[in-house]
């Protein structure tokens, strides 16, 4: 991530910038490469972390953080997220406490999710980041239930669906864009397209020119977006949100990302990336594009970059020490939050 | 109070409880303009509108995932799936995503989902309108599973399902949607989930049976009195939660124990209810626990009458039973 790095230019200048986020934009983009770094920072160190027996799974969203990081600064509180597969970031940008999320990795005793889930599925009520499951496709129809809710109320908000590129496969996918186009909800489907499922690349996901074009005949727009580029990615959603939150309807957005890292801890991508993937890859790495953009436009200097770097490692460092080594959950909570409290536990 | 029949019950719970709290919706295939077809929301389109009676596309992952999605906000849904052999596109919904949302967030995403279905044969519907698949959802920890038998608990069920905190299956036995009718009380009338239902009181043996096989079994007993043997009935309404003291109660009684139920028998429920006996009552066992079901084939369309339970099998179960000792 360092500028020296040849990765290729965000295609703006400061104007463009001025017109796609406002006058605002050096702080709001400064905000963007530190939460940027900040989930650069948490992957590597729960990756090590993973590698030493510490936590038991990690799933790295590198490659992605431009994505979450936007998606993140643009919803409104309002808003609700149905997370995919690599989405923590967003919980995190929109208020769930690091050292909450450091639980979680851990399943501890103070993970909000109380253990149940593996890592890297956390669930933060408050920042309205639903839970996950690790089932494909199927939080994209629920999405649409929520939108359904918040329009049969009149609430403001709009429901956002993450799902990753073979998601696109899913029954879910289509029962999902179909239900939102016919009852006209504000939902936005995102694509958190890598390029990669597990081992299946897009070529073998779809026939279709881009995952985006499918939106068009469900009857709602579609855009194809860099998804390393932090700039066009939120411009989008800005956009994007503004409609849905008009009662426009439902739109989709693809954003193009390339995975930097194994889809999990449990994979090996040598068995079936090609070897100049990592190249490509890297030359699309959203932190080192915007770093190079924001040096290059003097926001940032190298000095301000290496305090970014030292700043969101020692940040991950403290959520760490502060959560590692808490209880495990206590046996009795096996039986709790099966059923509504009056009736816990096993049938009968 | 007024003479209802079962399907008409069903209507009666859900306009109560639609008028009573606006934040009850339905939603499923052809439940709106037409009002279901069987009729179990004729009226409610008329009177709630489209957008708590929602005719939805032709998907049933679809009904129960946007059904997650509403009950996640605050809402409170019933779905309905027009027959349940049509519900396992929605099964990865139910069983990983409904069942498990409370659980799996610690208890901060509770997902009050109701599903209606009607279940079960002896309608001439072949594989596809016929089955009884009960035991896949008993199986799910974190589900609820309900099936009313006389219109009074159709009523009463449903309304404490719609005021239940947790995920409810609700089966409706379609055989009997209009061949019983019965007194069925007005305003708030709520049956509580757990609590068996003692149809006939006996002490020779007790005859387990819920849905559309009750009325077959109460026909059995009819026939056994008039041999002298002296049967019980209980109808366990609610699958899960399951009224495990009656059963044991009741078999303690009267020695002797024939479950029935339409669904097949290998790990049918069952199954489970003679294991809940053989664990809890054996000592006060007489006779070998007997299983009256149907097979385990594929449900079939001219056969239907050979694989179904009736009221000849059940009492010849039951008279074995007590020939045994």
């Given at each position: ?73 643009a ?24 050292v ?18 593996m ?7 408050e ?74 690349p897009?070529?073998?996901?779809t026939?279709?020119?881009t ?134 536990g096993?049938?009968? | ?22 934040d ?10 037409n ?17 708590r ?37 929605a ?80 089966l ?76 044991v ?5 009267t ?51 050979v ?19």
């Open positions: 991530m360092s500028p020296k790095l040849s990765v290729v230019p965000l295609p703006y200048s400061a104007d463009d910038v001025t017109s796609l986020l406002g006058a605002d934009w050096p702080e709001r983009l400064r905000a963007a490469y530190r939460w940027m770094r900040l989930g650069r920072a948490l992957d590597a160190r729960m990756q090590a972390l993973q590698r030493q027996g510490r936590v038991g799974f990690y799933g790295a969203a590198t490659g992605q953080e431009a994505v979450n990081v936007a998606t993140g600064l919803t409104r509180s309002e808003d609700w997220i149905f997370p995919g597969l690599r989405e923590q970031l967003v919980a995190l940008v929109r208020g769930h406490p690091l909450a999320y450091a639980h979680h990795l851990f399943a501890d005793d103070r993970d909000p999710g109380r253990g149940r889930n890592p890297c599925h956390p669930t933060a009520r920042v309205q980041y639903v839970s996950m499951s690790s089932v494909i496709g199927t939080q994209i129809s629920q999405a649409v239930g929520l939108a359904y809710g918040l329009r049969q109320r009149q609430a403001p908000g709009v429901s956002l669906a993450f799902f990753g590129d073979g998601a696109t496969s899913s029954n879910d996918f289509h029962a999902g864009l179909n239900f939102a186009a016919v009852w006209h909800l504000p939902v936005l489907f995102c694509c958190a397209n890598n390029q990669w499922a597990i081992s299946v897009t070529s073998r996901q026939g279709a020119r995952f985006a074009t499918k939106a068009a005949e469900y009857g709602m727009p579609g855009w194809s977006v860099d998804g390393t580029d932090v700039v066009a990615v939120w411009a989008a959603l800005r956009g994007s949100l503004a409609r849905a939150a008009e009662g426009r309807g439902p739109e989709m957005l693809e954003f193009i990302t390339y995975r930097m890292t194994p889809h999990s801890s449990s994979d090996d991508p040598s068995r079936y990336q090609p070897p100049d993937w990592a190249a490509r890859a890297a030359s699309h790495d959203p932190v080192a594009r915007l770093e190079s953009w924001l040096s290059v436009n003097g926001v940032l200097d190298g000095a301000a970059v290496e305090a970014i770097g030292r700043e969101s490692e020692a940040e991950v460092r403290a959520a760490v020490e502060a959560a590692e080594g808490t209880v495990a959950p206590a046996p009795a909570s096996l039986t709790e939050d099966v059923y509504a409290p009056d009736r816990s096993s049938p009968g | 109070m007024g003479e209802l029949t079962l399907v008409q019950a069903v209507n009666r719970g859900l306009a109560e409880a639609m008028r009573a709290d606006p009850v919706v339905l939603l499923g295939e052809d439940i709106g303009v009002g279901g077809v069987f009729r179990a929301t004729e009226g409610l389109y008329k009177e709630f509108g489209e957008s009676v929602v005719d939805t596309p032709l998907s049933e992952t679809g009904i129960v995932g946007a059904a997650i999605g509403m009950a996640l906000y605050g809402l409170k849904p019933v779905a309905e799936i027009q027959f349940m052999d049509f519900i396992y596109p099964f990865d919904q139910i069983v990983s995503e409904l069942a498990k949302f409370r659980y799996r967030s610690g208890g901060q995403f509770p997902c009050h989902v109701v599903i209606r279905t009607p279940y079960g044969g002896g309608i001439k519907g072949g594989l596809y309108h016929s089955q009884s698949t009960e035991a896949y959802f008993c199986h799910t920890a974190g589900l609820k599973v309900v099936v009313p038998s006389t219109p009074s608990d159709a009523k009463g069920l449903l309304l404490t399902a719609i005021h239940d905190e947790d995920p409810v299956i609700f409706e036995p379609k055989r009997i949607y209009r061949a019983v009718t019965g007194e069925v009380p007005d305003g708030d009338h709520r049956v509580p989930f757990g609590q068996a239902r003692l149809v006939r009181e006996g002490s020779d043996v007790s005859l387990f049976a819920y849905g559309a096989m009750v009325p077959p079994t109460v026909e059995a007993a009819e026939t056994l009195a008039a041999e002298g043997i002296h049967a019980e009935v209980i109808d366990p309404r609610t699958l899960v939660p399951l009224d495990e003291s009656a059963i109660a009741s078999v303690e009684k020695g002797r124990a024939v479950i029935v139920h339409e669904a097949a028998r290998f790990c049918g429920l069952g199954g489970e209810i003679a294991a809940l006996l053989a664990e809890k009552a054996f000592y006060s066992l007489k006779a070998p626990i007997a299983r009256v079901t149907g097979y385990d084939t594929p449900f079939p369309y001219a056969l239907e009458h694989y179904l339970p009736n009221a000849e099998k059940i009492a010849a179960a039951a008279r074995n039973a007590v020939r045994a000792s």
